[in-house]
C-alpha cells in the first residue's frame, strides 16, 4: 500500500512511465497477500484513474501503464481461477454466509444491491468507532491483545489534525487520495458480516498512521512565537504518551498475551513435538502416531520438523483415527499424540495396550496434549471388526402431555448405521450408542444417547443383540439394537 502511494506521487512529479507501471503492479501484486485484498486492490486502482483525473493528467498513457501493471499481475489469477473454479466457489461460500450473495462473478448486481449495502453499512460504520479505533479493540484474541485500540490513543488528536490539515492546507489530488484511501480501507471487511476484523481492513493502520504524521506536520508548522511553543509542547506529550502506552503494550504481548492467546493457535505444539522428536534419533524405526482429530495437525507437524532439521520423521509419521488405528501392529514403544479430553485420549485411557507417558499443559496451565506409549501388552482383541446395526426404539409417556424424543436422524443414520470395533472400542458412527470398550469376554455396557444404559454381549460372528430400558424426560424407552459381524 505505501509502495502503490509513492509510486504514484512520484511518478506524477517525473513522469517517469515505469513508476506509474510499477505502481499498478504493486496493487496486481496485493492480490496474492489476503482474501481481503481482492477487494482493495481493484478499489485502489480506481482510486488511482480518480487521483490521476483530478491531478489534470489528460495523456492516455499513465492510465494505461497503471492497468497494464495491474493486469499482468491479475492474469495468473485468473489463469488458476478458470482452471480451479472450486476455489472461487469455496471462498464465496464460505465468506458469504446465507444472507446475501458474494459471487460478484455471477451475481453482481445482488453483490451492489440496495439490500446489500443497507445489511453491511453497520459492519462498515464499525470500523471508525472511537472506541474500537483508539481505546480497545475488540476483535478476535489473535487479532488484538485487548489493552489497545487499532491506533495508539494519542492518534485520537493526530488523525482529526491530520485530516483538517489536508483538507485546509496541504490538499493535493494525492493527500485527498490518502485520505479516500482511509475512508475506503473497511470496505472488503465490509462485504463479510462480521464487524471489528480488522485483520481485514489492515490498509486503515499505514493510511491512519500518515493521516497522523499530517497532523504532526499542523502542530510543527511555523507561526508566531506564542503559537509556536504551545504547539510544540502538544506535539512533545503526544509522543510521550505515544511511548508510555507502547511500553504496555509491548510488555503485555510479550508476557501476558501469549497466555491468553495460547489456546486460539491450536495448542502448545512445541511441548509435544519436541518429546517426540528427541525420543527418535535419525535410525530409529519406530514410526510417529499423531491423532487425525487434532486440528491442522499434519500442517503443524511438518512444519515444525523442517524448523527443526528433522524432515526424515515425515516418512515415519502416520496420521490416525480411532477406527483405522489396529494397536496389535503398532510396534512396542512407539509414541500416540492425542488432543487431552478428546475421544482418541479417552478411549486410549482405558486400553492397557498403551500408557500415558507425557502431558502437556498450555501456558495457562490447562491441558493440551496427551502423549502415549505403546505398551507390550500382547492381548487379542477378538471383536474388532465392523457391525450393520438395525435399531429400534419404543417410547412410551409417561403422561398426556409428554412427548416422547425421537432419535436423530440423517440420510445415512438409523438406516445406514454402523459399529465399528476398534482395539476393543465400540464406536457407534451415528452416535446413538456413546463409545465404550468390550471386556475380554464379549461383556458391553454404554448408555444411549438420552441417557438410557444399553448393554449385551458382543458375539465374533452371526447376529446378537444389545438391549437396554429406562426412564428419561418422564418417559419410558426401550432400545433393541441388532448387529451382525460384516468382517
Avoid at 485502489?44 to 499481475?73: D, H, I, N, W
Avoid at 485468473?78 to 459471487?103: C, H, K, M, N, W
Avoid at 480501507?185 to 481485514?200: F, N, Q
Wanted: glycine content about 8%; proline content about 6%; aromatic content about 12%.
Amino acid at each position: 500500500m505505501l509502495a502503490w502511494l509513492i509510486l504514484l506521487v512520484d511518478a506524477n512529479n517525473s513522469r517517469s512511465s515505469w513508476r506509474y507501471l510499477a505502481a499498478g503492479s504493486v496493487l496486481g501484486l496485493g492480490l496474492y497477500t489476503y482474501i481481503a485484498a481482492l477487494v482493495t486492490m481493484p478499489v485502489c486502482l480506481l482510486l488511482t484513474y480518480v487521483g490521476l483525473l483530478a491531478s489534470g493528467e489528460r495523456r492516455v498513457k499513465p492510465y494505461a501503464l497503471v492497468t497494464a501493471g495491474f493486469v499482468v499481475l491479475v492474469l495468473p489469477l485468473a489463469i488458476y481461477q478458470i482452471a480451479i473454479p472450486e476455489v472461487y466457489a469455496g471462498f464465496v461460500s464460505r465468506y458469504g454466509g446465507t444472507s446475501v450473495q458474494l459471487d460478484v462473478i455471477h451475481h453482481p448486481r445482488e453483490v451492489f444491491s440496495a439490500h446489500f449495502v443497507t445489511e453491511r453499512w453497520p459492519i462498515y460504520r464499525s470500523f471508525f468507532e472511537r472506541s474500537f479505533l483508539f481505546e480497545q479493540a475488540v476483535t478476535h484474541v489473535m487479532s488484538s491483545t485487548y489493552t489497545a485500540g487499532v491506533f495508539l490513543k494519542a492518534m485520537k488528536v493526530l488523525i482529526p489534525i491530520g485530516i483538517y490539515h489536508i483538507l485546509i492546507n496541504r490538499r493535493t489530488p494525492f493527500t485527498l487520495l490518502l485520505v479516500a484511501t482511509f475512508l475506503l480501507s473497511p470496505l472488503a471487511a465490509s462485504t463479510i458480516p462480521e464487524k471489528y476484523a480488522i485483520d481485514r481492513a489492515l490498509v486503515l493502520v499505514p493510511t491512519g498512521a500518515l493521516i497522523g504524521a499530517f497532523g504532526v506536520d499542523w502542530l510543527l508548522a511555523p507561526r508566531p512565537w506564542l503559537l509556536a511553543w504551545p504547539a510544540r509542547a502538544v506535539c512533545l506529550a503526544l509522543f510521550a504518551w505515544m511511548v508510555w502506552q507502547f511500553d504496555g503494550f509491548y510488555r503485555d504481548y510479550l508476557t501476558a498475551y501469549p497466555i491468553r492467546a495460547a489456546s486460539w493457535f491450536d495448542g502448545n505444539h512445541p511441548g509435544a513435538f519436541d518429546p517426540i522428536i528427541r525420543q527418535h534419533a535419525p535410525d530409529d524405526s519406530r514410526f510417529i502416531y499423531l491423532s487425525g482429530t487434532l486440528p491442522r495437525i499434519k500442517d503443524h507437524w511438518k512444519l515444525y520438523l523442517f524448523r527443526r532439521g528433522r524432515k526424515d520423521l515425515l516418512r515415519r509419521t502416520i496420521v490416525f483415527s480411532q477406527t483405522d488405528l489396529h494397536l496389535a501392529a503398532v510396534t512396542p514403544g512407539s509414541l500416540l499424540l492425542t488432543g487431552a479430553g478428546d475421544p482418541a485420549e479417552r478411549s486410549f485411557l482405558t486400553l492397557p495396550a498403551v500408557r500415558v507417558v507425557d502431558r502437556i499443559s498450555e501456558p495457562d496451565g490447562s491441558p493440551s496434549f496427551t502423549i502415549f506409549e505403546r505398551t507390550p501388552w500382547s492381548g487379542l482383541y477378538l471383536f474388532d471388526g465392523i457391525y450393520s446395526v438395525t435399531m429400534q426404539v419404543r417410547c412410551t409417556p409417561g403422561g398426556p402431555q409428554d412427548v416422547c424424543a425421537s432419535p436423530p436422524t440423517t440420510a445415512s443414520c438409523p438406516s445406514l448405521d454402523t459399529v465399528t470395533v476398534s482395539n476393543g472400542l465400540a464406536i457407534d458412527n451415528c452416535g446413538y450408542l456413546i463409545q465404550a470398550a468390550i471386556g475380554d469376554d464379549g461383556r458391553y455396557s454404554s448408555v444411549l444417547y438420552n441417557g438410557i444404559a444399553v448393554a449385551g454381549t458382543f458375539a465374533t460372528s452371526g447376529t446378537f443383540r444389545l438391549s437396554g430400558s429406562g426412564v428419561a424426560g418422564g418417559n419410558r424407552y426401550d432400545a433393541t439394537f441388532m448387529l451382525t459381524k460384516r468382517n
